[in-house]
């Protein structure tokens, strides 16, 4: 498994931009497909964003698609998720996560991902 520490979350207006950022330490970082998560509370943990492991394929939930951009740099061993035209209801503790499993291409299911952050908050103002 790997060790993921998020960092870039804060408060923000409704229209604002962040940047988060994931940072991985232990085994190999580049053969993991990467994913970020995030929770409401009193919610369930749902999809955000996922990249494969060369960063050529990333996929989207509906309601983050043409809003936030998913993307790594294996030499930093770091994931991002760039935020853009953020709106309260993206207000939430989001994680990181790695997949390991070298049986899958990319994936949005929460079960498949073996390793997770701690998570970072952010908070979306009207």
């Known amino acids: 498994q790997v060790q993921l520490v998020e960092s870039g979350g804060g408060l923000v207006q409704a229209g604002d931009s962040l940047r988060l950022s994931c940072t991985a330490s232990?085994?190999?970082?580049?053969?993991?497909?990467m994913g970020w998560f995030r929770q409401a509370p009193e919610k369930e943990r749902e999809f955000v964003a996922t990249i494969s492991r060369s960063g050529s394929y990333q996929y989207y939930s509906g309601s983050v698609k043409g809003r936030f951009t998913i993307s790594r740099d294996n030499a930093k061993n770091t994931v991002y998720l760039q935020m853009n035209s953020l709106e309260p209801e993206d207000t939430a503790v989001y994680y990181c996560a790695a997949d390991s499993s070298l049986a899958r291409h990319i994936t949005t299911t929460h079960s498949n991902y073996d390793s997770w952050g701690q998570g970072t908050q952010v908070t979306v103002s009207s």
């Open positions: 232990g085994r190999t970082f580049s053969t993991s497909i």
